[in-house]
């Protein structure tokens, strides 16, 4: 369970600066702007390659959806991207990945491509090819360097791969040595064009919890400012421990500002859990829909998975997920607040606002405890959840954001 000691030294500082105000809304005010950097921190992810590399496809694993959804990106075996096309995320809006038309044109100049096509307004570029890392790869890829933006070269359709080379090597297929090979060739070819450490993905839009996506992500992940990375980890989806818990760490880093948002705008003479209830039913909602066990994410996990929507549900037991109403997590907040009462004290010699609205720090601590309990049990809840769907491919591997082993393309010998 959650306990309001796990706030570090510099969260109590940072808490403490801010509610040193005598102006209550002043404080408020602050707290949510700090919250409005993370709610609306914009993330612009351009996609490029050649016509049938698998771009649209991408996009769409990368947004959770499937190629024949309302909200996918068109898909089909000829170039279907004539401009920029922008495809925001379906849960977080303000990470949108953008369709760029094809560079495989003989008349290909990649700093003209780049001009037609606003480099400045991307974060940074992914390059998919689905066969050879070939010259115009290359070409974009300097002319992104040289104009201060970062790319990341990416081998799509790698499970194809996988799956001619056992048909034709049969008892000799080894698919440890084919994606070996696939990592070297790769490397190589991209060094010997001019490309230093080139950072090259090997991915499965079809299997995202396969070969390199994960390392993808958490390389991306890794390269972010704060707000960028807040949203985009959050965007993850929940195929492994190690994105649950990514997400768990995320959403831990600002609880405190949440529930002090949420307690200091409604400190109001009146009974002793004095905090605003919407507020955080609203957040829990969130912290449901981030870990994927809300009733929408459970049914899109079903049909891509193909388990029962029974079964996954049951995998949820905690009460964050289980039961979520009005009267519920005031039931919640009021246990709470009486078990944690003897936190207020040691916040009183810390902060000496909330030492003058006594109601108001238990409100804090109770609701501070409650949010933090609910990022534990809902991110238990969701790896239970995963782990019944992908059954024995569920990684439970806790990984780093180190940079991932540089993986490659693959060609027929």
Same mark, same amino acid.
């Given at each position: 369970?959650?306990?309001?000691?796990?706030?570090?030294?510099?969260?109590?500082?940072?808490?403490?600066?801010?509610?040193?105000?005598?102006?209550?809304?002043?404080?408020?005010?602050?707290?949510?702007?700090?919250?409005?950097?993370?709610?609306? #921190?914009?993330?612009?992810?351009?996609?490029?390659?050649?016509?049938?590399?698998?771009?649209?496809?991408? *996009?769409?694993? +990368?947004?959770?959806?499937?190629?024949?959804?309302?909200?996918?990106?068109?898909?089909?075996?000829?170039?279907?991207?004539?401009?920029?096309?922008?495809?925001?995320?379906?849960?977080?809006?303000?990470?949108?990945?953008?369709?760029?038309?094809?560079?495989?044109?003989?008349?290909?100049?990649?700093?003209?491509?780049?001009?037609?096509?606003?480099?400045?307004?991307?974060?940074?570029?992914? *390059? *998919?090819?689905?066969?050879?890392?070939?010259?115009?790869?290359?070409?974009?890829?300097?002319?992104?360097?040289?104009?201060?933006?970062?790319?990341?070269?990416?081998?799509?359709?790698?499970?194809?791969?996988?799956? /001619?080379?056992?048909?034709?090597?049969?008892?000799?297929?080894?698919?440890?040595?084919?994606?070996?090979?696939?990592?070297?060739?790769?490397?190589? /070819?991209?060094?010997?064009?001019?490309?230093?450490?080139?950072?090259?993905?090997?991915?499965?839009?079809?299997?995202?919890?396969?070969?390199?996506? #994960?390392?993808?992500?958490?390389?991306?992940?890794?390269?972010?400012?704060?707000?960028?990375?807040?949203? +985009?980890?959050?965007?993850?989806?929940?195929?492994?421990?190690?994105?649950?818990?990514?997400?768990?760490?995320?959403?831990?880093?600002?609880?405190?500002?949440?529930?002090?948002?949420?307690?200091?705008?409604?400190?109001?003479?009146?009974?002793?859990?004095?905090?605003?209830?919407?507020?955080?039913?609203?957040?829990?909602?969130?912290?449901?829909?981030?870990?994927?066990?809300?009733?929408?994410?459970?049914?899109?996990?079903?049909?891509?998975?193909?388990?029962?929507?029974?079964?996954?549900?049951?995998?949820?037991?905690?009460?964050?997920?289980?039961?979520?109403?009005?009267?519920?997590?005031?039931?919640?907040?009021?246990?709470?607040?009486?078990?944690?009462?003897?936190?207020?004290?040691?916040?009183?010699?810390?902060?000496?606002?909330?030492?003058?609205?006594?109601?108001?720090?238990?409100?804090?601590?109770?609701?501070?405890?409650?949010?933090?309990?609910? *990022?534990?049990?809902?991110?238990?809840?969701?790896?239970?959840?995963?782990? #019944?769907?992908?059954?024995?491919?569920?990684?439970?591997?806790?990984?780093?954001?180190?940079?991932?082993?540089?993986?490659?393309?693959?060609?027929?010998?």
């Amino acid at each position: 369970m959650a306990n309001l000691q796990t706030l570090s030294e510099r969260e109590v500082q940072e808490m403490s600066s801010l509610v040193q105000s005598n102006v209550m809304s002043e404080v408020v005010a602050q707290l949510q702007g700090l919250l409005d950097k993370f709610r609306t #921190a914009t993330l612009d992810i351009a996609v490029t390659g050649e016509s049938g590399s698998g771009k649209s496809t991408f *996009i769409n694993a +990368f947004r959770g959806l499937g190629d024949e959804e309302a909200e996918s990106a068109p898909t089909g075996v000829t170039e279907t991207t004539k401009q920029a096309s922008v495809y925001p995320h379906p849960s977080y809006p303000t990470v949108r990945l953008w369709d760029l038309p094809g560079i495989g044109t003989p008349d290909f100049h990649p700093q003209l491509y780049l001009e037609k096509v606003n480099l400045e307004r991307y974060d940074f570029f992914i *390059i *998919i090819t689905s066969e050879r890392f070939k010259e115009n790869h290359v070409l974009l890829a300097q002319s992104i360097k040289s104009m201060g933006k970062k790319f990341y070269f990416v081998r799509s359709k790698i499970d194809s791969d996988i799956n /001619c080379c056992m048909l034709r090597r049969g008892n000799n297929f080894s698919e440890a040595d084919v994606l070996q090979k696939i990592r070297d060739d790769c490397v190589n /070819c991209l060094e010997e064009a001019g490309v230093g450490r080139p950072k090259v993905f090997l991915i499965s839009c079809f299997e995202v919890h396969k070969f390199d996506f #994960a390392k993808l992500q958490e390389t991306l992940a890794s390269e972010l400012d704060s707000h960028k990375r807040h949203v +985009f980890l959050l965007a993850l989806p929940s195929f492994s421990s190690s994105y649950i818990e990514k997400k768990k760490q995320a959403l831990s880093s600002i609880v405190w500002k949440t529930a002090l948002s949420a307690c200091l705008a409604a400190v109001l003479p009146g009974p002793l859990v004095n905090c605003n209830i919407q507020t955080l039913m609203e957040t829990l909602t969130s912290y449901q829909q981030h870990f994927g066990v809300d009733h929408n994410s459970l049914f899109k996990l079903s049909t891509k998975t193909g388990r029962s929507y029974q079964e996954l549900r049951s995998q949820v037991t905690s009460s964050y997920g289980v039961e979520l109403s009005y009267q519920r997590v005031e039931e919640l907040l009021k246990q709470a607040a009486v078990g944690q009462r003897w936190l207020v004290g040691m916040l009183e010699g810390r902060i000496p606002f909330l030492g003058n609205i006594v109601n108001g720090g238990v409100s804090f601590v109770a609701s501070y405890y409650l949010l933090k309990s609910a *990022i534990d049990e809902l991110a238990e809840d969701g790896k239970r959840v995963m782990k #019944a769907a992908l059954q024995d491919e569920y990684d439970t591997t806790e990984t780093t954001m180190d940079e991932p082993e540089d993986p490659g393309f693959f060609y027929f010998d």
